[in-house]
Each structure stands twice: as C-alpha cells, then as structure tokens.
C-alpha cells in the first residue's frame, strides 16, 4: 500500500489528558478513508493534527517522507487541503471570491492573481456544479450550495490529498448522499486522496474504501466496509445492538439500529436513527 500521508505513534492532547494516544494510521493513496467512532474519541482532532492544525505532544505526522510539521505552512497548503467542520466566511461573500481564496498558497507578493488562478477557480466551480452560483452570496445559498462552495475552496487549492471534518454536518439526507456523490467523484475521477469524519454509519459503508474505527482516543479496528460493519463490532466501538443486512442493490452493509446501551439504562424502547450514537 502507498501512503504519502501516515500518523506514527501520534499522541495529541488540549493541556489534560491525551485526546489521541499513541495512534498509527497509513492513509492510502487515491482511496476515501473514512473515520468513524463515538462523540469524543478523537476523530476530528486527528484530522486537524493531520491538517498541521494542532500540534503533537509526540509522535509525528508524516508527510513524503517528512515530519508534516516541520514543513512550511505554505507548502503544506500546495500538498493537502482541509474542509473543517464549521467553516465560516465573512458576510456578503460571494460564491467566486469563496473560491478564489483557495488559490492563496500558489500565491506570491510579486506574483498576485493570474489567468491560472482564474482557470483553477472556474474548474472548481465547475466541478462541482456551482457554475452558475459563481457571483451569489454565500448567505443565499442552501445547505448543499454552501457545502460545494467550501468543497470548491479545496479544489481551487489544488492539492492531491483532501481532508474533510464531517462534511455533511447540518445537511439533510439528499443534500449529504449529493455532496458524498461528489467526493466520490473527485477521487474516481480526479484521483484524489480522501480522508474524512463521518458520524452516519450507512453512508461511511457506503463511500469508504477503507473505514478506521476510532474509540477513547485509539484505532480498535480497521477495513474495508464488509469488515467493519458487524454487529459484534457496533457494540463494542457504539454500545449499538444492531442488526448488519446487505444492501439489495450494492451488496454494502447496512445498520439497522435496535438499541444502544444507553436507552436500556434509561427504559427507553427502540432507537429510530442512527443520531443515538452521533
């Protein structure tokens, strides 16, 4: 397996106790890694470490063959790119300026704005079908629109390696299943790197090529979907009893929540939605 980009023995804490301990993971090249696990166990402070955003108390992120911290911010931002989380951006921004701040790291005092940045900016919008959006206001596009300017902020950056922080956060299903299509996508057709969170289970199955399974702080099991999926491990990583059935039309595993842990403290009867174990 090729891995540009790998944690060794990483170890990552906020000033108390280590939020990720003493973690190794090898991203592979051109596949869509997903991390998935409970509220809390590390899964966006390991992509942030990975994003040179937070710094490790040991171990290191490895990048080419070099501590990805010791490589200078500007570099790091031509090699890979983050969508985080919440991403904001100044009101009455609009859609094409959005875009064009991901061309800064191509950017020099003595060489400013260029018909390259200009091209980079029109085949972001492009693909990701915002074309038409290019001069509208962030503030006046829908949960969707918004979430494919910010996907097309990383793509004007123009880098191999894409790192998303739960990119369906506040979508609704068709809006999250319409923005994993197109990072699908982007890494079949423009073979990117992929690494992302994701909290709903079934669509983690369903556009992963290889799923990390996160808990306290640690990697518990690793694989590619029809692996991970069991009911056996649901119930360790999530405290989820559920039942695995195949997908009828992709063969894909799918979760089928009954209960967790926590409604049978309570009394609670059956979980409806996998948001139990969000």
């Known amino acids: 397996m090729n891995a540009r980009l790998g944690a060794e023995n990483l170890t990552v804490g906020y000033g108390g106790d280590p939020v990720?301990?003493?973690?190794?993971?090898?991203?592979?090249?051109?596949?869509?890694t997903t991390v998935i696990g409970p509220n809390g166990c590390g899964k966006s402070t390991l992509l942030r470490t990975m994003a040179r955003i937070l710094a490790p108390t040991a171990g290191r992120v490895r990048l080419d063959s070099r501590e990805l911290h010791a490589i200078p911010t500007r570099e790091?931002?031509?090699?890979?790119?983050?969508?985080?989380?919440?991403?904001?951006a100044p009101e009455g921004l609009v859609v094409r300026d959005l875009v064009g701040r991901g061309r800064h790291p191509h950017q020099?005092?003595?060489?400013?704005?260029?018909?390259?940045?200009?091209?980079?900016?029109?085949?972001?919008?492009?693909?990701?079908?915002?074309?038409?959006?290019?001069?509208?206001?962030?503030?006046?596009?829908?949960?969707?629109?918004?979430?494919?300017?910010?996907?097309a902020v990383t793509l004007a950056q123009d880098t191999e390696i894409m790192l998303l922080d739960e990119p369906t956060t506040y979508l609704d299903l068709a809006h999250q299943v319409d923005v994993l299509d197109l990072v699908l996508r982007l890494?079949?057709?423009?073979?990117?790197?992929?690494?992302m969170v994701l909290h709903d289970l079934n669509l983690a199955a369903r556009f992963s090529d290889l799923v990390v399974v996160m808990?306290?702080?640690?990697?518990?099991?690793?694989?590619i979907?029809?692996?991970?999926?069991?009911p056996a491990l649901m119930a360790d990583a999530f405290g989820l009893d559920a039942d695995v059935i195949p997908d009828p039309g992709t063969g894909l595993p799918i979760v089928v929540?009954?209960?967790?842990?926590?409604?049978?403290?309570s009394g609670a009867g059956r979980v409806r939605s996998l948001n139990a174990v969000e």
């Open 76 to 88: 790091v931002s031509t090699l890979l790119s983050l969508l985080p989380q919440s991403a904001t």
């Open 108 to 151: 020099r005092w003595f060489s400013q704005w260029s018909l390259d940045d200009e091209a980079a900016v029109d085949r972001a919008l492009a693909l990701t079908d915002i074309a038409d959006l290019g001069d509208c206001r962030l503030d006046q596009l829908s949960g969707g629109q918004r979430q494919r300017a910010w996907i």
């Open 215 to 223: 808990s306290s702080g640690e990697i518990v099991a690793q694989g």
């Open 20 to 32: 990720v301990r003493n973690l190794t993971l090898e991203i592979p090249d051109g596949a869509i």
């Open 257 to 265: 929540p009954v209960r967790s842990r926590l409604s049978e403290k």
């Open 187 to 195: 890494n079949r057709e423009r073979g990117r790197t992929v690494v």
């Open 225 to 230: 979907p029809e692996e991970i999926f069991t």
